[in-house]
Nanobody, 120 residues
C-alpha cells in the first residue's frame, strides 16, 4: 500500500499562486509516476500533470506554461507549483501514485484531495 498526504490548497485571487505538496509513504518502492488530477463540480476528473521516476513530465494543455510539477526523491514528495491561477482552475486536486504490482497489474493510489478555489 502507498499512502499519500496532500497539502497546500486554499483560496487565492485570480492571477495568484499556490503550491501543492504530496508526500508518499508505505510501499513506495517501484512507484514509476506521481502527479495530480483535478475534479471541478459537475465535471469529470482530469489529469493536470504527471512526473515519472526518471523525471519526465506531462501537462494538460490548459495548464502548460502556468503549472510546474517537480519531485524531491529524498522526501518522497511531489510538488505542483501553480501560477497565474484562473477561476477555471477551481477544483479538488488529487495526488496520485502509479506502480506495478508483482503480477504486473497497474495500480493507482490516491490522496484525499485538497480544495483549490480561485476567486476574487
Amino acid at each position: 500500500q502507498v499512502q499519500l498526504v496532500e497539502s497546500g490548497g486554499g483560496l487565492v485571487q485570480p492571477g495568484g499562486s499556490l503550491r501543492l505538496s504530496c508526500a508518499a509513504s508505505g510501499s513506495i518502492f517501484s512507484i514509476n509516476a506521481m502527479g495530480w488530477y483535478r475534479q471541478a463540480p459537475g465535471k469529470e476528473r482530469e489529469l493536470v500533470a504527471g512526473i515519472t521516476s526518471g523525471g519526465s513530465t506531462n501537462y494538460a494543455d490548459s495548464v502548460k506554461g502556468r503549472f510546474t510539477i517537480s519531485r524531491d526523491n529524498a522526501k518522497n514528495t511531489v510538488y505542483l507549483q501553480m501560477n497565474s491561477l484562473k477561476p477555471e482552475d477551481t477544483a479538488v486536486y488529487y495526488c496520485y501514485a502509479k506502480k506495478y504490482s508483482d503480477t504486473a497489474a497497474l495500480l493507482y493510489y490516491w490522496g484525499q484531495g485538497t480544495q483549490v478555489t480561485v476567486s476574487s
